[in-house]
Protein backbone atom coordinates (compact mmCIF):
# COMPACT_ATOMS: atom_id res chain seq x y z
CA UNK A 1 0.00 0.00 0.00
CA UNK A 2 1.03 3.40 -0.81
CA UNK A 3 1.34 6.46 1.23
CA UNK A 4 1.46 9.22 -1.61
CA UNK A 5 -1.54 10.73 -1.39
CA UNK A 6 -3.21 11.33 -4.95
CA UNK A 7 -4.23 15.22 -4.11
CA UNK A 8 -1.73 17.50 -5.80
CA UNK A 9 0.38 19.59 -4.11
CA UNK A 10 -0.45 23.13 -3.79
CA UNK A 11 2.31 25.46 -5.09
CA UNK A 12 2.39 29.41 -3.81
CA UNK A 13 -1.13 31.37 -2.84
CA UNK A 14 -4.22 30.16 -4.44
CA UNK A 15 -5.48 33.84 -3.63
CA UNK A 16 -3.75 36.50 -5.98
CA UNK A 17 -2.29 39.50 -4.91
CA UNK A 18 -4.44 42.68 -3.49
CA UNK A 19 -5.09 45.34 -6.60
CA UNK A 20 -4.18 48.03 -4.90
CA UNK A 21 -5.19 50.32 -8.33
CA UNK A 22 -8.90 49.12 -7.38
CA UNK A 23 -10.67 51.55 -4.56
CA UNK A 24 -13.41 51.08 -2.05
CA UNK A 25 -16.81 51.75 -3.72
CA UNK A 26 -19.78 53.07 -1.27
CA UNK A 27 -23.21 53.34 -2.26
CA UNK A 28 -24.60 55.57 -0.13
CA UNK A 29 -28.22 56.34 -0.79
CA UNK A 30 -28.46 60.19 -0.63
CA UNK A 31 -25.70 60.10 -3.47
CA UNK A 32 -26.21 60.82 -7.37
CA UNK A 33 -27.04 57.02 -8.19
CA UNK A 34 -28.33 56.31 -12.09
CA UNK A 35 -31.79 55.40 -11.68
CA UNK A 36 -33.49 53.59 -14.30
CA UNK A 37 -36.91 53.45 -14.58
CA UNK A 38 -38.26 49.67 -16.55
CA UNK A 39 -41.78 48.85 -16.74
CA UNK A 40 -43.15 51.28 -14.40
CA UNK A 41 -40.81 50.08 -11.77
CA UNK A 42 -37.56 52.19 -10.65
CA UNK A 43 -33.72 50.41 -10.58
CA UNK A 44 -31.36 52.03 -8.56
CA UNK A 45 -27.82 50.85 -10.17
CA UNK A 46 -25.82 50.52 -6.93
CA UNK A 47 -22.75 49.19 -8.11
CA UNK A 48 -21.91 48.91 -11.86
CA UNK A 49 -19.47 46.93 -13.43
CA UNK A 50 -16.97 49.89 -13.47
CA UNK A 51 -17.25 49.25 -9.70
CA UNK A 52 -16.80 45.90 -9.65
CA UNK A 53 -13.89 44.82 -12.31
CA UNK A 54 -16.75 43.35 -14.51
CA UNK A 55 -17.62 41.25 -11.94
CA UNK A 56 -21.33 41.73 -11.17
CA UNK A 57 -23.27 44.87 -10.99
CA UNK A 58 -26.02 45.53 -7.88
CA UNK A 59 -29.15 47.26 -8.44
CA UNK A 60 -31.75 48.20 -5.59
CA UNK A 61 -35.42 47.73 -7.39
CA UNK A 62 -38.50 49.76 -6.05
CA UNK A 63 -41.60 47.35 -7.48
CA UNK A 64 -45.01 49.37 -7.34
CA UNK A 65 -48.30 47.88 -6.56
CA UNK A 66 -49.17 46.17 -9.75
CA UNK A 67 -45.44 46.41 -11.06
CA UNK A 68 -42.77 43.97 -12.12
CA UNK A 69 -42.02 42.64 -16.13
CA UNK A 70 -44.24 40.23 -18.15
CA UNK A 71 -42.63 36.68 -18.36
CA UNK A 72 -38.97 36.95 -19.94
CA UNK A 73 -35.65 35.52 -20.03
CA UNK A 74 -31.89 36.24 -20.74
CA UNK A 75 -28.55 34.83 -20.96
CA UNK A 76 -27.18 35.73 -17.53
CA UNK A 77 -27.95 34.77 -14.01
CA UNK A 78 -30.26 36.41 -11.78
CA UNK A 79 -30.35 37.09 -7.45
CA UNK A 80 -33.19 38.43 -6.05
CA UNK A 81 -33.23 38.94 -2.21
CA UNK A 82 -36.41 40.73 -1.27
CA UNK A 83 -35.84 44.15 1.25
CA UNK A 84 -39.44 44.74 1.98
CA UNK A 85 -42.62 43.31 1.09
CA UNK A 86 -44.13 40.46 -0.62
CA UNK A 87 -43.52 39.36 -4.93
CA UNK A 88 -45.06 36.82 -6.57
CA UNK A 89 -42.38 34.90 -8.44
CA UNK A 90 -42.98 32.42 -11.52
CA UNK A 91 -40.14 30.47 -12.08
CA UNK A 92 -40.54 27.78 -15.48
CA UNK A 93 -44.62 27.81 -15.29
CA UNK A 94 -44.69 27.68 -11.40
CA UNK A 95 -45.48 30.21 -8.93
CA UNK A 96 -43.46 31.38 -5.67
CA UNK A 97 -44.64 33.48 -3.36
CA UNK A 98 -41.81 35.69 -2.02
CA UNK A 99 -41.23 37.68 1.03
CA UNK A 100 -39.16 39.76 3.10
CA UNK A 101 -35.43 38.36 3.60
CA UNK A 102 -36.03 35.50 0.82
CA UNK A 103 -33.44 34.70 -1.55
CA UNK A 104 -34.14 33.76 -4.92
CA UNK A 105 -31.50 33.00 -7.96
CA UNK A 106 -32.74 32.13 -11.43
CA UNK A 107 -30.31 30.80 -13.80
CA UNK A 108 -29.36 31.97 -17.12
CA UNK A 109 -31.89 31.26 -19.94
CA UNK A 110 -34.85 30.20 -17.60
CA UNK A 111 -38.24 32.00 -17.83
CA UNK A 112 -39.13 33.63 -15.63
CA UNK A 113 -41.53 36.50 -14.20
CA UNK A 114 -42.25 38.28 -11.07
CA UNK A 115 -45.14 40.80 -10.35
CA UNK A 116 -46.59 42.81 -7.32
CA UNK A 117 -49.85 41.53 -6.55
CA UNK A 118 -49.80 43.66 -2.88
CA UNK A 119 -51.09 47.20 -1.81
CA UNK A 120 -47.72 47.83 -0.84
CA UNK A 121 -44.39 48.74 -2.83
CA UNK A 122 -41.93 45.65 -2.73
CA UNK A 123 -37.94 46.45 -2.45
CA UNK A 124 -35.42 44.20 -4.15
CA UNK A 125 -31.95 43.81 -4.10
CA UNK A 126 -30.85 42.51 -7.44
CA UNK A 127 -27.55 41.13 -8.13
CA UNK A 128 -26.43 40.28 -12.07
CA UNK A 129 -23.74 38.12 -12.69
CA UNK A 130 -22.40 39.40 -16.47
CA UNK A 131 -22.03 43.23 -16.59
CA UNK A 132 -23.55 42.80 -19.90
CA UNK A 133 -26.50 42.43 -18.27
CA UNK A 134 -25.90 45.79 -16.25
CA UNK A 135 -26.03 47.55 -19.75
CA UNK A 136 -29.36 46.58 -20.53
CA UNK A 137 -30.94 48.19 -17.84
CA UNK A 138 -29.26 51.41 -19.36
CA UNK A 139 -30.60 50.80 -22.72
CA UNK A 140 -34.15 49.63 -21.97
CA UNK A 141 -35.48 51.74 -19.55
CA UNK A 142 -35.73 55.82 -19.08
CA UNK A 143 -32.93 57.63 -17.06
CA UNK A 144 -34.57 59.01 -13.64
CA UNK A 145 -37.29 56.69 -12.94
CA UNK A 146 -39.98 57.28 -10.86
CA UNK A 147 -40.77 54.95 -8.20
CA UNK A 148 -44.69 56.60 -8.04
CA UNK A 149 -45.20 56.12 -11.93
CA UNK A 150 -48.35 53.41 -12.68
CA UNK A 151 -46.72 50.34 -14.35
CA UNK A 152 -49.67 49.71 -16.48
CA UNK A 153 -48.72 51.76 -19.56
CA UNK A 154 -45.27 50.88 -20.06
CA UNK A 155 -46.49 47.68 -19.11
CA UNK A 156 -48.41 47.08 -22.18
CA UNK A 157 -46.28 48.84 -24.58
CA UNK A 158 -44.03 45.77 -23.68
CA UNK A 159 -45.65 42.90 -23.56
CA UNK A 160 -47.70 44.41 -27.31
CA UNK A 161 -44.75 42.33 -29.36
CA UNK A 162 -43.60 38.76 -28.44
CA UNK A 163 -43.95 38.97 -24.54
CA UNK A 164 -39.99 39.17 -23.84
CA UNK A 165 -38.47 42.67 -23.59
CA UNK A 166 -36.18 44.34 -25.07
CA UNK A 167 -32.61 42.78 -25.01
CA UNK A 168 -33.78 41.72 -21.46
Known amino acids: MSSKSNVPAQTGSAIPPDDLRR ?64 LDATFRGKKYLLRASETINVPANAPHQFHNSSTQPVRLAMHLFAIRAGRIFHGGGSAGGDPHHSATQTRRSWTSGSGRSPRH
Do not use: N, W
Request: charged content about 20%.
Open 23 to 86: ELVVAQPDSKLPHIGVVGDTYTILLAGKDTAGQFCLIDMHVPPGGGPPPHRHDFEETFTVLEGE
